[in-house]
């Protein structure tokens, strides 16, 4: 066997290896998304009290950043951290954490129970299964969005769609003047449209903020 051979077969292993590790890293980010799909419920059980805590959580998880970043590790946090980093975040102040958090308390604090609800679902399932379905399936590239696939745009899509449908449709929203399918359709191409934009982790600022905004437009 060559050893032309011999290193294209070791260099294909590596290039492999890397995307295993890279999917693993985006598997276990996303499932931080979907888990923020039940804070609706606990805002509907708890709703002060949530609020508190996840102000506390953004507040204690910025002060972990800045003590890893000065070479001082925190338990847990810090290891949970960096292995959900991606690789434009190395040695940098991770973020997606506040983004996310801040998004789902400023949906919370602007919008209705259901509209809000609505927002931070689609952050959920919506942003949080578009880069997986990316990483996964996506072969055709969208220009200028820095790496989006029209697989995740088309995921964030389905997932923002359904969710709200079903968000609408389990809260029995159905006066003759509201469409529940036209709210979500509304709904799933704005989010779609935010989470093509190359905006990095503000997107988890906007989409909630925006949804809601939009959700309570149309159930007003």
Known sequence: MSKGLLFSRKYSGIISRQKFISLLKEAFRKSIHLCSAFVPYFLFVAYKPVLAVLFAAAVLYSAAEILRLNGKEVFLVSAVTEAAARKRDENKFVLGPVTLVLGIIAASLLWEPLPAAIGIYALAFGDGLASLSGKLFGRIHIPFTEGKTVAGSLTCFAAIFISCFAACSFAQVSPPSHDTAFIALAAAVTGMV???????????????????????????
Do not use: H, M, Y
Request: net charge negative.
């Open 194 to 220: 935010i989470e093509v934009l190359p905006l990095k982790d503000f997107d988890n600022l906007l989409i909630p903020v925006a949804l809601g905004g939009l959700s309570q437009f149309f159930l007003s």
